[in-house]
């Protein structure tokens, strides 16, 4: 263990473990960069094996023993293996070792197998310390990016390399605070130093006189390293990119014409211009637009290189009278794709990965056109083509008979500017997917697979069929048949992590003769699991340890396909729970997992309940959950459970949340449990599902518009699918283009304006803010008016008389388009168009600290072309709300608005000055469950643009360390969390009680109205805050770069804030101990902040807006 200089308390771990194990070494020495430290190692290192971990990774039980195992009995010189990358949300696919480690391949070497020239990480690998030291490898030192300069050169003197497909190595991925060294891209040394490292493996192939080596790797770093850079590298300094234009001129300037010449059109050319030394041509040519008439000159051409090629995405993979339907829809990787994209002038064909054979696809084609360009006028470019194509198997057939074989699916798009291609990738919105083997004749079968997300279709011809399995008197009993001509009486059974690497083995005696032989094993369960060596709990997504069962005979070694009749089988130990588990393509796999709870039984009822059925025993801290995918948003079960068994059910339609009964949001939402290791700590990980239970799926019901999937993931993973509402005049093929299109217009043209108000708050996610309390003013003066609340997928309850329309219905549009009011408190789609004598109210949503719309020119967020869509709808407003003089002078110039301001103060704010505060408290400390004895700290964080999953849905990135506060202050507080509303996942340490988060309860103002105190950062909520005079602390961890490089501010933070600002969860407590200390300090400047923000709040707001807009 090396302490390169850490600057955290990381070195008291690994004291601790050198004090308790020998086998320990610590080293300390002063910061020297990662290659400085891995060296420092190599050289302390006394044993056979060499591996290297960072220090934020996390390495699978099984994995050191797996490649040693191996190495031991192949004799390679270096053990690879797959990565897949992990962060809070769970693990996932590298799609960088994807392609190199699609297989297991033993005592191979870098020729035979280039797509290891892409495995650059140093950590995923096992090297004999001999071979390291003989070949005198180093890391270099002070560089970033150092592993590739050790690990291709390793790979091209090693005689032997054992590559695994098997995973044994999770990355992890930097989220929130500094972001990682690979995801600084325009930083200047992060790009010098990518090319140095680049020209190091170059120049050493140069060296060996390696030319195809070099030619290969050359070719590689081109696709990824320098493609990498091209597409940001307009966004950096002027000195960085002419540092940039010189190194990659001296890097491609050593780059033979022929790697140049098979690279893509448009980075071809970029190289070329870059060994040119024209770098800033090439700066200009990657925003140069492409014209739709005309085609441009060569250099023009150039654009941001990932957005050429087309992406195809699956939506349904089904049989059909024999045939396999594939279909999707195809489209530019980007929106700026230039308009000659023609949807008739594609392709879609099959490749056989081992002779190279091809067969083309005939395909249908449907396009999707944009429904209005920004400017709101009609737009005809096509933004994707809807596709279907029908496989005959008969079509695979080599000179008339069946081959074992891979054939891979893609497609392409011809136009005037070349051939755009990509494979075919499962799609965001997969429906059908029908990947069941289909038998072609009596020895082969067709098998449709998804590899790494793409669709491929495998040729094979199983031998050896499972006819039963069963676990009995503590063995597993498998009894199969051969349909192979065998002359051995004996073969042998064998069980590995990786094919023909067994780590158990049993010898089976082989009964009847000729092609009709068959054979019954029984092997100890307890034998099996100890030939595991463990087992521990797996990420999400992570790595479940599985094991091949194969059968070998005379020279042959075969996998055991599962007869139709059989489905798995499954055996608790007291330390281990066994699984015989099927595969989609029916082969099949022992899997060892913990003794953890599992699923015998899943079904989806008439009303979208999903109800599971399991064995094992639930701990009392146990949850069975959904979560969806890639983010962290969880709804638990309502769980049953006996002795060893237990039963759960959750309502996709109506699940209990803070904002009322409401519906999961569309999307997928994986089966997890969540429990505790043997030291205590809560792990989240995937629910496993039986066999038996996988081979019932999917299922499919359809509520009130909404269709729920229940499908399998994987080999023993299970996860709902939740569709939008929709009725069914709104789905495909008319669809929302249609609604938005014609129905809209149609509404606006030809039906009456009608006494209504049209309600949008926060696009329809929360029932809140400026506009609930608008609404209930207006119900409470009884005005002669309709009500429409806009709410996306049920995400909240609407009270009466209001009625709910879906967000996207043809009920949404209708009201949009007839409601003679629309208030509003963010922003409305950039299509719509304020009808002659239709009113429209932007409330907005807080007083801006932070620079907002056009005062920050080059906004960093999700939505590249949010500037352009706002300067398009601002123009619709007939109103805008200020609450104080200084949102007066600021909004309308931020949002380039010229109408009128009503600087009546916010609505929302009149909760502070009306009603009982003290009843208000009790009512909500009984229904968010806190105790009534303590204090409650509202911590309420604003997000962070550059921290996102995709338009409108950010990350919770604070490190605020609540179990710290908890030790501190929990004998005297709660802290109630409160995310901003665009924030989507939950609070840490939430739910065991000293942290509330209470982001669902629909109205922020009255949480700010109950809380003693309020930490924020540079949230709006601090001016609404300042209403009630309580004490504020300021919890600023990045305001510098949050200052500097994301937003700016419109006023001096640091001399303005009327309390403290804190870098560190130690200060933060600090001042929280004191709060009467900290509001003396700052009662002066507290003072003067109010009079600057809440000048004209008094608690009748709404009723000013009111009396403005609607009359007196």
């Known amino acids: ?231 940001s590298i307009s966004q950096a300094e002027p000195d960085v990119q002419q540092a940039f234009g010189t190194d990659a001129k001296a890097y491609l300037g050593t780059v033979s014409d022929e790697v140049l010449r098979k690279l893509p059109r448009h980075l071809r050319l970029s190289c070329r211009i870059l060994r040119d030394g024209a770098v800033d041509e090439l700066l200009t040519g990657l925003d140069a637009p492409i014209s739709a008439s005309k085609l441009p000159s060569p250099r023009s051409l150039l654009r941001k290189i990932t957005e050429l090629p087309v992406r195809a995405d699956l939506q349904a993979v089904v049989w059909e009278d024999g045939r396999l339907a594939i279909r999707g829809s195809v489209a530019p990787t980007s929106p700026s794709h230039p308009a000659t994209w023609n949807p008739s002038s594609r392709v879609m064909w099959m490749r056989n990965s081992k002779t190279r054979a091809f067969q083309r696809l005939p395909s249908t084609t449907t396009a999707r056109v944009r429904p209005r360009r920004l400017d709101g006028k009609p737009d005809r470019h096509i933004v994707s083509t809807e596709f279907e194509a029908l496989l005959d198997p008969a079509k695979l057939q080599q000179d008339g008979t069946w081959e074992e074989g891979v054939w891979h699916v893609a497609l392409g798009v011809i136009d005037q500017l070349g051939v755009h291609k990509g494979g075919m990738a499962a799609g965001s919105g997969l429906g059908t997917l029908d990947l069941e083997p289909r038998w072609l004749d009596d020895r082969f079968r067709m098998v449709p697979v998804l590899s790494g997300g793409r669709l491929l279709v495998k040729i094979d011809r199983p031998t050896v069929v499972l006819l039963g399995c069963e676990f009995a008197n503590g063995e597993l009993v498998l009894r199969g048949e051969i349909h192979d001509k065998v002359a051995a009486e004996t073969a042998q059974l064998t069980f590995g992590r990786t094919r023909g690497n067994p780590a158990h083995r049993v010898e089976v005696a082989l009964e009847g003769s000729g092609d009709a032989r068959s054979f019954t094993a029984a092997i100890g369960a307890r034998d099996l699991a100890d030939a595991f060596g463990g087992v521990a709990i797996a990420p999400i997504g992570g790595i479940t340890d599985r094991m091949y069962i194969e059968l070998s005979y005379d020279d042959e070694c075969r996998e055991l396909l599962v007869g139709n009749d059989v489905t798995g089988a499954h055996a608790t130990l007291d330390d281990a729970t066994l699984a015989v588990d099927v595969t989609p393509t029916r082969y099949v796999r022992l899997s060892a997992r913990p003794p953890l709870p599992f699923v015998t039984d899943l079904r989806l009822t008439e009303n979208g309940t999903v109800v599971l059925t399991g064995e094992g025993a639930l701990a009392p801290h146990d949850r069975i959950l959904l979560q969806l995918r890639g983010q962290q948003e969880q709804h638990p079960f309502e769980v049953e459970a006996d002795g060893s068994g237990w039963s759960g059910e959750l309502s996709a339609n109506a699940v209990t949340s803070l904002a009322g009964t409401v519906a999961l949001i569309p999307g ?205 709808e601002i123009p619709n407003w007939s109103y805008l709300v200020s609450p104080n003089e200084f949102c007066t002078e600021r909004l309308p110039k931020a949002f380039a608005y010229d109408g009128p301001v009503l600087e009546t103060g916010y609505p929302r704010n009149d909760v502070f000055y009306q009603g009982d505060t003290e009843a208000l408290r009790s009512r909500l400390v009984k229904l968010l469950g806190l105790p009534a004895d303590k204090k409650l700290v509202l911590y309420a964080p604003t997000w962070r643009d550059n921290e996102f999953y995709g338009r409108g849905r950010y990350k919770f990135t604070s490190p605020f360390d609540f179990d710290a506060a908890k030790r501190d202050l929990g004998d005297e507080y709660v802290m109630l969390v409160r995310r901003h509303p665009n924030i989507v996942d939950p609070v840490p340490g939430a739910g065991e009680g000293f942290v509330w988060d209470v982001s669902l309860y629909p109205d922020v103002a009255e949480l700010l109205a109950i809380s003693d105190a309020l930490i924020t950062d540079y949230s709006s909520l601090m001016f609404d805050f300042a209403n009630t005079g309580r004490p504020m602390l300021f919890y600023a961890y990045d305001l510098e770069d949050y200052r500097d490089n994301l937003r700016g501010f419109y006023f001096d933070f640091e001399s303005t804030v009327p309390g403290p600002i804190l870098t560190t969860t130690e200060a933060t407590v600090e001042a929280l101990r004191d709060l009467p200390a900290v509001a003396a300090e700052y009662a002066e400047r507290y003072g003067e902040f109010q009079r600057r923000f809440c000048g004209p709040e008094d608690g009748n707001a709404s009723d000013r807006l009111i009396d403005e807009v609607f009359g007196k």
């Not at 004090?19 to 910061?31: C, G, H, I, M, Y």
């Not at 699609?102 to 035979?112: D, G, I, M, V, Y």
């Not at 005198?136 to 497909?165: H, M």
């Open 1 to 231: 263990m090396v302490d390169d200089g850490s600057p955290d308390a990381s070195i008291e771990i690994a004291k601790r473990f050198a004090a308790e194990d020998p086998r320990f070494k610590l080293v300390v020495q002063e910061n020297g960069g990662l290659g400085h430290a891995r060296n420092t190692g190599a050289r302390h290192a006394t044993g056979k094996y060499l591996a290297f971990v960072d220090s934020d990774d996390v390495i699978p039980h099984f994995a050191y023993r797996l490649m040693v195992d191996t190495m031991e009995r192949t004799g390679s010189q270096i053990g690879a293996g797959n990565v897949r990358r992990i962060k809070s949300t769970g693990a996932s696919g590298s799609p960088m070792h994807a392609k190199a480690f699609a297989s297991t391949k033993l005592r191979t070497t870098l020729k035979e197998h280039r797509a290891l020239l892409r495995d650059m990480t140093a950590w995923n690998k096992v090297y004999r310390r001999d071979f390291w030291e003989a070949n005198e490898l180093r890391f270099p030192e002070g560089v970033l990016f150092e592993d590739a300069p050790a690990t291709i050169p390793a790979y091209a003197l090693a005689e032997s390399i054992d590559v695994l497909e098997t995973s044994i190595y999770y990355w992890r991925v930097r989220e929130g605070g500094m972001p990682s060294i690979t995801q600084r891209a325009t930083d200047g040394k992060n790009i010098a130093d990518r090319i140095a490292t680049t020209r190091m493996v170059s120049e050493f192939f140069e060296r060996q006189g390696e030319r195809e080596l070099k030619d290969g790797y050359d070719d590689m770093a081109i696709r990824h390293h320098l493609a990498l850079i091209l597409k």
């Open 668 to 872: 997928v939402w994986d089966l997890l449990l969540e429990t505790r290791d043997a030291y205590g700590e809560t792990r989240t990980t995937n629910l496993a599902l039986t066999s038996q239970t996988e081979a019932r799926l999917p299922l499919k019901v359809t509520v009130d518009g909404r269709d729920i999937t229940a499908c399998r993931h994987g080999i023993d993973q299970g996860f709902v699918r939740t569709g939008p509402f929709t009725e069914a005049a709104e789905r495909p093929p008319a669809g929302p283009e249609w609604l938005q299109r014609f129905f809209y217009p149609q509404v606006r043209r030809r039906e009456p304006l009608r006494e209504a108000v049209f309600y949008d708050c926060f696009y329809g996610r929360q029932y809140s803010d400026s506009p609930r309390a608008v609404y209930e003013r207006l119900v409470e003066r009884d005005l002669p008016l309709e009500h429409y609340w806009s709410v996306q997928n049920r995400q909240f309850e609407v009270p009466a008389p209001a009625k709910s329309v879906t967000y996207g219905s043809r009920a949404w549009y209708e009201a949009l388009g007839t409601a003679k009011y629309v208030i509003t408190n963010t922003h409305l789609p950039n299509w719509f168009q304020r009808r002659e004598g239709q009113i429209v109210v932007q409330t907005w949503h807080g007083t801006p600290l932070k620079k907002i719309a056009f005062d920050v020119p080059d906004l960093k967020t999700a939505d590249p072309d949010y500037l352009k869509k706002i300067a398009l």
